[in-house]
């Protein structure tokens, strides 16, 4: 879970154990931020999880904050290192769209407590760290957008964004609310399952 996929592969089958202690630090965050939120973790919750003092993790980080927004960063890494493998594929448009949508999708349901810390935790960050974050999914929207909208030309670029929006909406809510289980079937057929949703999403009717 520490690092973005490699170019030339596909998405991260799942979480990877950690070979450092910051590395361990932040995996420990992770959960915890995603079981009980942000505001009700403590350093020393973190601490406890990886068995050193509260004191000791600044020796890493230099803040709760920065811990968080480590996460956020490293959630937007796997996002985006999943797109640029659809992309990667030189596909059609309609092709790349879905591409994209499984994309995501096999990262948020493989990552899900990631995907949820980011989707729910980030308003905690001040407007300056969170911006660059924002600034970020915004082009990722932006993207899928743009392919969409060479797919269905007869929509325009607002009901793009807003149907691109929805989708991305669906899959996240799939991911993040389905109960976690260990065998890949069921974590393929989630993916199935949010992939045909959110393509239904995208060819709805708008108007």
Do not use: C
């Not at 904050?65 to 985006?80: F, K, S, T």
């Amino acid at each position: 879970m520490t690092g973005a996929p490699a170019a030339d592969s596909t998405p991260d089958k799942g979480p990877r154990r950690p070979s450092n202690r910051r590395d361990l630090i932040l995996e420990a965050a992770i959960d915890l931020f995603h079981r009980n939120g942000y505001p009700a973790t403590g350093v020393d919750d973190i601490g406890k999880a990886v068995d050193v003092s509260g004191p000791a993790i600044y020796r890493h980080f230099s803040s709760k904050e920065e811990i968080l927004l480590e996460a956020i960063r490293l959630a937007a890494d796997e996002v985006h290192s999943a797109n640029n493998v659809a992309r990667a594929s030189g596909a059609e448009s309609d092709v790349l769209l879905e591409a994209f949508i499984r994309a995501y999708a096999r990262v948020a349901i493989q990552q899900s407590a990631l995907i949820s810390v980011w989707t729910s935790e980030a308003r905690h960050l001040t407007s300056a760290r969170r911006s660059p974050m924002t600034r970020r999914l915004r082009a990722w929207r932006d993207e899928w957008a743009e392919v969409l909208q060479t797919v269905r030309p007869e929509i325009n670029a607002d009901q793009d964004t807003v149907l691109v929006v929805g989708a991305i909406g669906l899959i996240t809510t799939l991911a993040t609310s389905s109960p976690h289980t260990s065998d890949p079937r069921d974590d393929s057929l989630l993916e199935d399952r949010a992939v045909a949703m959110a393509m239904a999403v995208l060819r709805a009717e708008i108007d």
